[in-house]
């Protein structure tokens, strides 16, 4: 057999191990504030975590390149039994490569939830988790009461802790008014001319702009985080979503690369890359 033939064997062998065992990741504690977020769904509208405030949320993070991508039929299955005007569940897919694998999976599985595409890498960061698939109760006030990593709807413990989570009614608290687009900008822009050097803001302006659709200003936005600070993953790999989402899909998925050198324990860098390079192991059975 020969060498590039092995290597596709062991991928392909590999391609649907469970994420939970390679990779290190602890979730967020309960009780503390849900993180926010603000994704596109498959429509292209963007929707906040905050948008659901005063209902219960079950949030699901998954990815086309794992095989939590069979739970999407149960997932539907547990909405459909359990969905009220208190109660919505929202999953998450941590794909790079966007539409064009979730959106064939989520219409396989007749998904009805909210269903969101997080192209950066964000949840995992902001929930701290290195690797799919996981579940997170989150309350009506926004608070998390259940955090599973390595969740399965399927799996009887997970359902009825999360059964469990359900059951309980929590107090709403007033969040903070949020601002536009165009003022969060003009607030960071204004932050970042007395502070160049404060890196993390400077990625969350890209973000504001990548949101607006302003992708020459994000760029440039994220060229400057990467001149700051050459070797941190997570600015090659935001960069790499901006450059691919203008079409520019091999310089996109060489910053991808870059991320990974630097991060070569980050599981689903590694997944969005190979599954970018093999679709035809990772996503046979949607491919027309």
């Not at 399927?154 to 059964?163: A, G, V, Y």
């Not at 536009?180 to 803001?201: H, Q, R, W």
């Not at 790499?240 to 690369?257: D, F, N, T």
């Amino acid at each position: 057999m020969k060498k590039t033939a092995i290597v596709i064997t062991l991928l392909a062998l590999a391609v649907f191990a469970p994420a939970i065992a390679r990779a290190t990741h602890v979730g967020v504690n309960p009780g503390n504030l849900a993180p926010e977020f603000s994704f596109q769904d498959t429509s292209g509208k963007w929707v906040s975590l905050s948008d659901f405030r005063g209902k219960k949320v079950f949030l699901f993070s998954w990815a086309t390149w794992c095989r939590c991508r069979e739970q999407l039929p149960a997932l539907q299955e547990f909405y459909k039994k359990h969905k009220s005007a208190g109660f919505e569940v929202i999953a998450v897919a941590s794909d790079s490569q966007g539409l064009k694998w979730v959106k064939p999976y989520l219409d396989k599985a007749g998904a009805k939830y909210v269903a969101l595409i997080d192209p950066n890498n964000e949840l995992p960061v902001k929930y701290n988790f290195s690797a799919t698939e996981n579940g997170f109760l989150i309350d009506e006030g926004g608070v998390i009461r259940m955090s599973i990593i390595g969740f399965d709807i399927r799996n009887e413990k997970h359902l009825n802790q999360l059964l469990e989570s359900m059951k309980k009614t929590y107090a709403v608290t007033k969040g903070e008014d949020r601002k536009s687009l165009d003022e969060m900008i003009a607030s960071y822009e204004a932050g970042l001319e007395k502070n160049p050097g404060a890196f993390p803001k400077r990625l969350e302006l890209a973000e504001f702009y990548r949101r607006k659709g302003d992708f020459r200003n994000a760029e440039r936005t994220l060229r400057k985080a990467v001149e700051l600070k050459s070797r941190n993953a997570e600015a090659h790999y935001r960069l790499g979503v901006i450059l691919y989402q203008q079409g520019r899909i091999e310089e996109g998925v060489s910053e991808w690369e870059k991320a990974f050198k630097l991060d070569s324990g980050n599981y689903i860098y590694m997944r969005n890359i190979e599954a970018y390079r093999n679709p035809e192991i990772f996503y046979e059975e949607v491919m027309k």
